[in-house]
């Protein structure tokens, strides 16, 4: 019974921040690697930032370098996504998603239900 909940989304005026939380159960957290994904409206799905199994490694979109920290809390199964100098462009559905493969591989077997961001002034 796997499950990823994400939450923390809401109405952000540009140059703001924002904090995402993504609450996993079901499996040995630590274990996997996790994404944060996101698809604005008419767009497809985008990979954000990923982070390996013991948080040692991650990886960060272009378009979010220098803005967006991901972290995770293995005693906490819990993964973040730390979101500064927000642009109206982030305006998104943010999902966390489970790497399938290795952590460089954007392709995913289980995904949380989303959490909508919207940058707006």
């Known amino acids: 019974d796997v499950q990823l909940q994400a939450c923390g989304g809401g109405l952000v005026q540009p140059g703001g921040s924002l904090r995402l939380s993504c609450r996993a159960s079901?499996?040995?957290?630590?274990?996997?690697?996790i994404s944060w994904v996101r698809q604005a409206p008419g767009k497809g799905r985008e990979r954000v930032s990923g982070?390996?199994?013991?948080?040692?490694?991650?990886d960060y979109a272009e378009s979010v370098k220098g803005r967006f920290t991901i972290s995770r809390d293995n005693a906490k199964n819990t993964l973040y996504l730390q979101m500064n100098s927000l642009k109206s462009e982030d305006t998104a559905v943010y999902y966390c998603?489970?790497?399938?493969?290795?952590?460089?591989?954007?392709?995913?077997?289980?995904w949380g239900q989303g959490t909508l961001v919207t940058v707006s002034s």
């Open positions: 982070i390996s199994g013991n948080g040692g490694n991650t």
């Open positions: 079901g499996f040995t957290f630590g274990n996997y690697a």
């Open positions: 998603a489970r790497v399938y493969g290795t952590m460089w591989d954007a392709t995913y077997d289980y």
